[in-house]
């Protein structure tokens, strides 16, 4: 049964950093595309940033994340991770991070044409 699992999430300053991860199981974590998005109150969920399998480990970022945000993987512990800095009010979302089941690609995947996701972790930043 393919799993997601989020953590790291929690309240922070604008200007502050967090890094969430996201432990999976289920299925061959190396073989697929991965990636986090978010959803703020009111909004439509939106790519954050995804990451190819592992053989080829392109990335693709929406504009709001290039230069603050960075996606990584670790195959050897199937998790992924986003690692966030310079954390605006804006940002403030549940982040879930999602797996690419029906192999759509990178982009199409980013750009939310489908996937799996896990539950998500609240990402709140205020002073």
């Known amino acids: 049964q393919l799993k997601l699992v989020e953590s790291g999430g929690g309240l922070v300053q604008p200007g502050g950093s967090l890094r969430l991860s996201c432990v999976t199981s289920?299925?061959?974590?190396?073989?697929?595309?991965l990636g986090w998005f978010r959803q703020a109150p009111g909004k439509e969920r939106e790519g954050v940033a995804c990451?190819?399998?592992?053989?080829?480990?392109?990335?693709y970022y929406a504009d709001f994340a290039k230069g603050r945000f960075t996606i990584s993987r670790d195959n050897a512990k199937n998790t992924v991770y986003l690692q966030m800095n310079s954390l605006k009010p804006e940002d403030t979302a549940v982040y879930y991070c999602?797996?690419?089941?029906?192999?759509?690609?990178?982009?199409?995947?980013?750009?939310?044409?489908?996937?799996?996701w896990g539950q998500g972790t609240q990402v709140t930043v205020s002073s």
């Open positions: 289920g299925f061959v974590f190396e073989y697929y595309n």
């Open positions: 999602a797996v690419d089941e029906w192999s759509y690609g990178l982009g199409a995947f980013c750009r939310g044409a489908g996937g799996t």
């Open positions: 990451i190819t399998s592992s053989d080829e480990d392109w990335t």
